[in-house]
């Protein structure tokens, strides 16, 4: 049974730790000398959301997941060797609050198994 959690707490470390790692910074943009030379629409700022959104897409994509359109919905899948088995593979799909709940999950779930080791260990 501790061997089921070690490899568990292992694969959720290994899929948590790009999301926990500090962001790139941001490119600097010098402003413009001239704000009259600017459109006003230069000046508008985007949704809220939109960047976050961004984010958290790049973020998965760099963790492999691929998009793919199922039933009029964007969601991002990602094939992975089955435990156990180097030949068989098993795809994930999710669209993108589905994965970033899977990954809070894991990420307490091992939270929550260290916690457990250490308990046991004093």
Known sequence: MRFV???????????????????????????????????SSATTPAPAEKPAEDADVRHFLAEGFKPETRGGE?????????????????????TIKELK????????GVEESQRQQT????
């Open 74 to 94: 964007e969601v991002y899948c990602r094939k992975e060797h089955a435990i156990g088995s180097r030949i068989n593979t098993v795809k994930h799909c999710g």
């Open 5 to 39: 959690f070690g490899m568990l707490a292992c694969l959720g470390v290994g899929a948590a730790m790009p999301a926990l790692a500090d962001p790139p910074p941001a490119p600097s943009t010098a402003p413009a000398a001239s704000s009259a030379a600017a459109p």
């Open 119 to 122: 308990m046991g260990a004093h």
């Open 101 to 108: 709940l899977m990954e809070q999950q894991t990420r307490k």
